[in-house]
């Protein structure tokens, strides 16, 4: 037999906007839920490293589910007469779905880049539901630096542009192979998809306005940030921490945008006290 | 640094099957100098400084010199280590018809960085 990852994988099917989902999830572990949200245009394997460290497994439940129309679960039906766009709300409605469709209770929720975003969002409205949130990568103001439409044409692959856009979003540093991996999942992503992501991340993700409401002490919050993250950068990361009073920042020097998955090892150096903190 | 461009490239057959499909000039600004980089089927064929006003390229990519040398160590400062990390906090330009470029952006993006290698080996 070979020797088999702690990871399993399962479908099911569950209600988001009055549709029905089929969704691909996948956990190793038990104890305090840990639901993990992948990036824009990506999916749940991004995570995998941290369902495969016992350090983390012996005491976390770790989820990854992809989002509909990403990784392995399916876009709607009727898909191919749509243009996908991700809003905030549509976001907020999946996250809670999932959450209530596994039946957890009171779980960590950890997104990444659109998912850190995300997951401020919910410790705004939702407090009580979960136990902390941990944006990586995520902050609550952000500017586009590029224009999005170059992602989804017929005359440039998009899978091989979506990679290249974020190619410098690995730290130098990082090892070469994890950089490919990350940036493989990207060039795997549906036609359009990162575009609609970006819907959300760079236009209506928005709430500078609203995000010094969250109350840290009902929801913990956490944010780190790599240092050459050039969209959610150590100097946007600061701010929001400065704008969510008891809220912890952290800079991962020698990191860019996709931690957990461009360099696991020195990832795990941030994410451990963290991780420990929250469950003390 | 410009100067060991089509060295780097030409000598790394991966980058240059990546670049299969592109066959034009383009033009890298390193402070005030212009210079017209030719690439032919994924090979740089030339790369000279601009003569001309009126010698026209697809597509020009212009930063200042030590932003350029900074892009170019083994492991450059934050906002220098990569093209579009160099765009996003506003220290290069990019301009022209820029179909091509985005058609080819990892390509573009690794004939940019190829310098780098020269530094790693000591050249």
Sequence with gaps: MPEFEPITGRYFTMTVADEAMRIYMEEAGSGVPLVCLHTAGSDGRQFRHLMCDPAITDHYRVIAFDMPWHGKSNPPVDYQNREYQLTTSLYKETVTAFCQAMELDNPVVMGCSMGGRIVLHLALEKPDEFRAVIALEGADRLEAYYDTEWLHRPDIHGGQISAAFVSGQVAPQSPDAYRHETLWHYMQGGPGIFKGDLYFYWIDGHFDDRSAQIDTS?????????????????????ATASRIKGSKAIIMEGMGHFPMSENPALFRDHILPVLDEIRA | MIEVLAEKVNADPGLVRRGHYVSLDFLVGVGETDYIVAVREGRIVATNERRLPMDSVSFAIRAERDVWNEHWKPIPRRDRHDLFSMVAAGLATLDGDLLPFMQNLQYFKDVLAAPRTAIVEGK
């Excluded at chain 1, 009902?218 to 600061?238: I, M, Q």
């Design chain 1, 218 to 238: 009902r929801c913990p919050v956490y944010l780190l940030s790599g240092e050459y993250d050039c969209s959610c950068t150590p100097e946007r990361t600061e």
